[in-house]
């Protein structure tokens, strides 16, 4: 599938895919002696591949809420579903 459409099942799938398997699991890890969570991730995963320094920083602020990110995630499809994304 071009980019433009792969962007959003990409997202959906390796962001809020994960998301929303830890949340539901949460519960489970809360009642354990030794909870852990391990997330395995591509190397294009890691944010150098960002070409703004500034969106780089915004990912890696220690402040960063969670809303914030879902919302960086889905701007990021918009951006890319208009093909925009490597100018954002």
């Known amino acids: 599938a071009p980019f433009e459409r792969q962007a959003e099942i990409t997202v959906d799938t390796n962001f809020f895919g994960t998301r929303r398997l830890t949340s539901a ?6 009642r354990s002696d030794a909870p852990r969570i391990v997330n395995v991730a591509s190397y294009a995963g890691r944010l150098a591949i960002l070409r703004s320094p500034e969106k780089a920083d915004l990912f ?3 402040s960063l809420e969670t809303d914030d990110l879902d919302r960086y995630m889905r701007d990021f499809v918009r951006a890319a579903e208009e093909g925009t994304h490597l100018e954002e």
């Open 60 to 62: 890696a602020d220690p």
């Open 25 to 30: 699991l949460l519960p489970l890890l809360e």
